[in-house]
């Protein structure tokens, strides 16, 4: 900022942007009117807009990078699923009716084994899209 003649004005403002004012100018430690000074200069800047445009950019492609992953986790997550129960149903056969009170007790042991495995895999932040970029199985 330019020093020496200044040209004195008078600013009316909402009394919550007021205090927002007096909070910022403690914080950074500098006086309010060097703050609104640098915040006009900033606005009235010719590349103001184009600085503020590359920075609105820049958030929207990480942005987008990050929607692109949920995108592939996702669709990994789908394929894996509809594998499994493809998979499942065409390696089991329906149980007779003689047989079902085992395979439900069964069933659920293997359940809670596969809950605890889960548990375990998570907990450890190895993920199965980290396993399938790396070639692990």
Not at 2 to 6: A, D, F, H, Q, T
């Given at each position: 900022m330019?020093?020496?003649?200044?040209i004195k004005h008078t600013f009316r403002l909402p009394p919550d942007i007021s205090q927002q004012l007096a909070e910022f100018a403690i914080r950074k430690r500098a006086t309010q009117a060097s703050i609104v000074e640098t915040a006009i200069a900033s606005f009235l800047s010719p590349d103001g807009s184009e600085r503020m445009e590359a920075a609105v950019t820049r958030r929207l492609d990480r942005l987008?990078?990050?929607n692109e992953r949920?995108?592939?986790q996702i669709e990994v997550t789908n394929e894996t699923l509809a594998l499994f129960v493809r998979f499942?149903?065409?390696a089991n056969p329906?149980?007779?009716?003689?047989?079902?009170a085992a395979a439900q007790a069964q069933g659920k042991?293997?359940?809670e084994g596969f809950i605890e495995a889960l548990a375990r895999k998570l907990e450890s932040g190895s993920h199965l899209v980290d396993d399938l970029h790396s070639?692990?199985?």
């Open positions: 330019k020093s020496g003649n200044r987008t990078k990050q949920l995108e592939f499942w149903l065409t329906p149980l007779p009716e003689s047989a079902r042991e293997r359940y070639g692990r199985r």
